[in-house]
């Protein structure tokens, strides 16, 4: 029980940051090689137009959703200002 830890510090927050975003790079490169072990052709995937207009779509909904989350925080902040 002397090993725990109730607040860690931001060395500890950093490495654990670091270390997520290494495995989320090592996930994708294990897809990706995957990917062309089985033969699927990614260029040719993404080339599609529907595909072109899913990621367009996504987009524009993730900038809406963006928006949406400064206007809550713009208004978080004011209600705490005052």
Sequence with gaps: MKNIQI???KNDLNAIGKKGFI???VVIIVAL????LLG???KAILAKESVKQFFAY???MM????NDLKLIVDFIKNLANN
Excluded: M, T
């Design 7 to 9: 607040n860690p510090n």
């Design 23 to 25: 495995e989320i790079i």
């Design 33 to 36: 090689v995957l990917l062309n």
């Design 40 to 42: 699927i052709d990614l």
């Design 58 to 60: 996504v987009k524009d």
């Design 63 to 66: 900038i809406l959703v963006w």
